[in-house]
């Protein structure tokens, strides 16, 4: 009689959402307040100048966020300071939604 096969265990620490957690809680102990967001396929956001220091992440899809007129493409990994003040606009290319964090420090 063979034996009944067994889905392998996997470490929910090393899964993409362990490291999701790891990663807000060390940008909660920097003092930021982070926010998951999903955002639809051709979300856009306008020209704006946020008043707190930010981080923006991306866990998939693909995001061009233009910082003072400087474009700059976000895929999964990736990640962009943006400081208070600064012109900032963004949105989200192509057919896959946007996976990521809003990182924000007053």
Known sequence: MKRARHAATHDPDNTGLGVM?????????????VTLHLLAPGTTF?????????????????????IEGEERL???GDWQLVPAGV???????????VLGFDAVRD
């Not at 957690?21 to 307040?33: I, N, V």
């Not at 606009?89 to 057919?95: K, Q, R």
Request: proline fraction near 6%; charge should be negative.
């Open 87 to 97: 012109s900032m606009s963004a949105e989200v290319l192509g057919e896959e939604p």
């Open 46 to 66: 306008d020209a704006h100048c946020p008043c707190e220091s930010r981080i923006d992440m991306v866990f998939s899809g693909l995001l061009k966020v233009v």
């Open 74 to 76: 976000l895929g999964p």
């Open 21 to 33: 957690l790891r990663l807000q809680a060390r940008l909660e102990a920097e003092g930021f307040r």
